[in-house]
């Protein structure tokens, strides 16, 4: 994401869209009652009757609407905004939806610009988080392919071997390799990781970089417990995998996640549900805030925000289209890591 202008008077934020990471962003952002303008195409309004309305052409217009709605649409590489018009040429009033693509030049208008807001837009900017890898989890008689994107991650194949056997022959793992590497090559270019239990990723590698360099060479082997896409989450979220994902924000959010399982289930010092993180922050006990981004969007965390920046905490926004986000909405939408264990 490019920052063109920034107007602290006004409250406004012209911003162009450079990459599709940054709608994702930018749905995280954009929250009912902001205010967004942005050149757009509508009829122009009646000007004799109903028959000569159909047949005007859409006009570009520069618009400014007070949203209602934001709809990110992961296939069309789009965000949706949808509200009534407020300022216009024309149908002032009316319901429209800005889509919100790679190239889009657009300001943002908001009453308040928390702390978090402002931490997403340098991470876009920045292009933190942004990066994309290809996990492949191979165990025996399986493999899972998926992509890791900044908001969740996709499988893309679950590739199965002719054998079920634990120890297949040459033939049968030759061809159960060619079938991954074919799926891979249909991919977008992107780094790779191999995970998974046993010996047969490295078998994997080793012939995926024989047959293709160009796309296996650097690829990184991580040994993880468990196969499929329980193995990929595991991957992600291993601390000491830090190093090799430190561009991917889903390693972050994972590896936050677990800290708190880890913290429940030794009685460390933790909360979570709104009541209970709501009193730990007006205690000054919260050490890292971890809301989830549905939960967020819904407006029901918007007084613990500033009172975390109040109290010196840390706030981090987990996705609730992957699991360690399912997990915080689980709990109630809302967690904490304490600095100290709350009386009870």
């Known amino acids: 994401m490019r920052l063109l202008s920034q107007n602290p008077k006004t409250g406004e934020i012209r911003m162009l869209v450079t990459n599709p990471d940054d709608l994702w962003h930018l749905y995280n952002i954009i929250l009912p009652g902001d205010h967004v303008s942005a050149s757009t195409?509508?009829?122009e309004e009646a000007r004799d009757d109903a028959i000569r309305?159909?047949?005007?052409?859409?006009?570009?217009?520069?618009?400014?609407i007070l949203v209602e709605r934001c709809e990110f649409a992961e296939m069309q590489s789009a965000l949706r905004v949808t509200g009534r018009i407020e300022e216009a040429p024309f149908d002032t009033g009316s319901y429209h939806?800005?889509?919100?693509d790679e190239g889009t030049d657009f300001t943002l208008r908001k009453e308040e610009w928390p702390p978090h807001v402002m931490q997403r837009i340098r991470e876009a900017v920045e292009g933190k988080g942004n990066s994309r890898l290809i996990a492949i989890a191979v165990e025996?008689?399986?493999?899972?392919?998926?992509?890791?994107?900044?908001?969740g991650v996709q499988e893309t194949a679950t590739i199965h071997s002719t054998s079920v056997k634990e120890t297949p022959g040459k033939r049968e793992k030759s061809d159960f390799f060619t079938q991954i590497i074919d799926h891979v090559r249909a991919l977008p270019r992107l780094p790779v990781i191999v995970v998974g239990p046993g010996f047969i990723k490295d078998d994997f590698l080793r012939e995926a970089r024989r047959v293709d360099p160009s796309i296996f060479s650097a690829a990184q082997l991580i040994h993880t417990g468990q196969g499929g896409m329980a193995g990929i989450r595991e991957?992600?979220?291993?601390?000491?995998?830090?190093?090799?994902?430190?561009n991917v924000r889903l390693a972050d959010e994972a590896r936050v996640v677990e800290e708190l399982k880890g913290r429940i289930a030794t009685g460390a010092p933790c909360t979570y549900g709104l009541n209970e993180v709501s009193t730990a922050l007006e205690a000054g006990a919260v050490e890292t805030l971890i809301v989830s981004d549905a939960l967020l969007r819904e407006g029901r965390v918007n007084s613990m925000m500033p009172l975390a920046e109040e109290k010196a905490a840390t706030v981090f926004i987990v996705t609730s289209r992957w699991e360690p986000g399912q997990q915080i909405?689980?709990?109630?939408?809302?967690?904490?890591?304490?600095?100290?264990?709350m009386a009870q």
């Open 41 to 43: 195409y509508r009829r």
């Open 53 to 64: 309305a159909e047949r005007e052409k859409k006009v570009r217009v520069f618009i400014t």
């Open 97 to 100: 939806t800005l889509n919100l």
């Open 140 to 151: 025996y008689g399986e493999a899972t392919v998926a992509l890791i994107k900044s908001f």
């Open 235 to 246: 991957a992600v979220s291993k601390g000491e995998n830090a190093r090799l994902l430190e």
């Open 329 to 341: 909405d689980a709990l109630g939408g809302v967690a904490a890591l304490l600095r100290y264990r």
